[in-house]
């Protein structure tokens, strides 16, 4: 059973910067793949970035680009979103999320899911 949470969400004025964690526990498989998603009031729940497993690999949305980073430290279980240059458009709620197959760009591909982290930007 894979269990997720994260943390270190809050409150920050546009410009600034946030790091997010998600403590992971659990069996990983060398395939499994590892997200960040967000979801804003009235909206639907976004990618924001993925990693794979087995390669470390990384995709982020168009939107994020050059400003969040997905990095994990296997040693403590965590996965991090740094999030720099925040704007207020990036206010959401942030989950981390995991599923067995590879990366997968659509929520529902998705098999485990922490219960979120409110990120707000004020401008």
């Known amino acids: 059973q894979v269990q997720l949470a994260e943390s270190g969400g809050g409150l920050v004025q546009a410009g600034g910067s946030l790091r997010l964690s998600c403590a992971y526990s659990g069996v990983f498989l060398s395939s499994q793949a590892m997200a960040w998603f967000r979801q804003a009031p009235g909206k639907e729940r976004d990618l924001v970035g993925s990693?794979?497993?087995?390669?470390?690999?990384?995709v982020y949305a168009d939107s994020v680009k050059g400003r969040f980073t997905i990095s994990r430290d296997n040693t403590k279980n965590t996965l991090f979103l740094q999030m720099n240059s925040l704007k207020p458009e990036d206010t959401a709620l942030y989950y981390c999320a995991t599923r067995k197959l590879g990366l997968g760009s659509i929520w529902s591909q998705y098999d485990y899911w922490g219960q979120g982290t409110q990120v707000t930007v004020s401008s």
């Open positions: 990693i794979s497993w087995s390669t470390g690999s990384t």
